[in-house]
Structures are given as C-alpha cells and as structure tokens.
C-alpha cells in the first residue's frame, strides 16, 4: 500500500475550555490516534477558539487516498463536534465541495 501524496488539513472543534497544560495532552493524543488510524502527521497545533474552546489541527499525510465523507467520518471519531461532524458526513454524501471549511486540500505546487 502506498501512501497518498495529496495532504489533508484535519481540524477539531472540541468543546473543552483552553488551557496550556490540557491543550498539551490534546495535542499528544490526537497526534497519536492520527498515528495509530495510518496517518503521517506533518504538522499539528492546539489554538483557543474565539469562544474559549479548543482548536486542534493537524497537516497530514493519509495513508491512501481518502473521500470526503471518510474524512468528515475519521474527524467526527477523533472527537469533533457532534453536530458539526454529522452536519459535515451529510454534506459529503450531497456531494458539497466545501463540506467543511475547517479541511482543506494543500496544493504543494
């Protein structure tokens, strides 16, 4: 199996207040379960979200070409916000292009 060349932004709304410390741990963990589902983590970051909250995002290298709707799938298991992440799956499955405006393509050209 070879791994996609195309990179893919992963970004998680979570709902837990920001904190150095918690922030930290989030970071960790989420870089591992990325690990652990076949995913190269490039770059990844924790950031306070306008409302307080916690941003998680990461620049990845999947191990396969990956859809959308597997994409908004995998965000959604890693901890996403319930709502946004089943608004995103239904999205996908409509065939919306800009299903979520938190994932994107990197054009590495």
Not at 19 to 39: P, R, T
Not at 90 to 99: D, H, I, Q, S
Request: charged letters at 25%; glycine letters at 6%.
């Amino acid at each position: 199996m070879s791994r996609s060349n195309t990179k893919k932004w992963i970004k998680l709304d979570i709902d837990i207040p920001y904190g150095k410390v918690i922030a930290l741990i989030v970071k960790m963990l989420k870089d591992f379960q990325l690990e652990c589902l076949g995913f190269k983590v490039v770059q990844s970051n924790v950031y306070r979200s306008r409302h307080g909250n916690m941003h998680y995002r990461a620049l990845t290298s999947p191990p396969t070409e990956i859809e959308d709707k597997h994409l908004a799938l995998i965000q959604l298991i890693l901890g996403d916000d319930p709502m946004r992440g089943w608004l995103n799956i239904a999205r996908t499955l409509k065939g919306v292009k800009n299903w979520n405006m938190l994932t994107w393509v990197v054009d590495e050209r």
